[in-house]
């Protein structure tokens, strides 16, 4: 089992960046892929975007393609992402995610959730 541990959320304004950092420990070895989830109050969980563990290629919801940039360091078993021009619909809480076996928008396909880290986008 993979453990995931989020962090650097917080409250910032519409147009502002935020990092989000997610540490990865236990059998790191079997990660296939890791993700980023978000969920808004009275929403499903959706998928934010993903990266492949071995070659770094990612992939993003269209809502946040060309504003938020995912990587990973291979070395600290880390993966981060990276938001820009924030708007208030990205307010939701963003859990990271990791996958033994696919790279996958669907949250069914990821074994290890972190516990989650509030975003907050004010207008």
């Known amino acids: 089992q993979v453990q995931l541990v989020e962090s650097g959320g917080g409250l910032v304004q519409a147009g502002d960046s935020l990092r989000l950092s997610c540490a990865a420990s236990g059998r790191t070895f079997s990660m296939y892929s890791m993700a980023w989830f978000r969920q808004a109050p009275g929403k499903e969980r959706e998928f934010v975007a993903a990266?492949?563990?071995?070659?770094?290629?990612?992939y993003y919801a269209d809502s946040v393609k060309g504003r938020f940039t995912i990587s990973r360091d291979h070395a600290k078993n880390t993966v981060s992402l990276q938001m820009s021009s924030l708007k208030p619909e990205d307010t939701a809480v963003y859990y990271c995610?990791?996958?033994?076996?696919?790279?996958?928008?669907?949250?069914?396909?990821?074994?290890?959730w972190g516990q989650g880290t509030q975003v907050t986008v004010s207008s």
């Open positions: 995610a990791a996958s033994r076996t696919v790279v996958s928008s669907s949250a069914t396909n990821y074994d290890s």
């Open positions: 990266i492949r563990w071995s070659t770094a290629t990612t």
